[in-house]
Nanobody, 119 residues
Framework: QVQLVESGGGLVQAGGSLRLSCAAS???????????MGWHRQAPGNERELVASIDTNYGDINLADSVKGRFTISRDNAKNTVYLQMNSLKPEDTAVYYC?????????WGQGTQVTVSS
């Protein structure tokens, strides 16, 4: 089973930037089985929503409409790491951000990292 460790959350003013990182670890078989990595977020009282995902083999990217033009997702397969670069942050981006990976067995989640954007 893959383990995920997130970092990079914090407090930032509106208009600022943050970069989240998510490193996957596990056996070689587990790592090679990963098909997609990405990020969801969940604000208090809201459902968890997809922010961005990237196909680890072909690089296809899926971005939520609410973050297009502001957020970028990228991956470093050599480091088994996915990044979420968040620019022009807004107070409504405040949430706990969760990294996830998908493989043939299902989806795995990180522990979450808090992002708070002050107005």
């Amino acid at each position: 089973q893959v383990q995920l460790v997130e970092s990079g959350g914090g407090l930032v003013q509106a208009g600022g930037s943050l970069r989240l990182s998510c490193a996957a670890s596990g056996s070689i078989f587990d790592i090679r089985s990963i098909t997609t990595m990405g990020w969801h977020r969940q604000a208090p009282g809201n459902e968890r929503e997809l922010v961005a995902s990237i196909d680890t083999n072909y690089g296809d990217i899926n971005l939520a409409d609410s973050v297009k033009g502001r957020f970028t997702i990228s991956r470093d397969n050599a480091k088994n790491t996915v990044y979420l670069q968040m620019n022009s942050l807004k107070p409504e981006d405040t949430a706990v951000y969760y990294c996830h990976t998908d493989d043939y067995r299902g989806r795995y989640w990180g522990q979450g990292t808090q992002v708070t954007v002050s107005s």
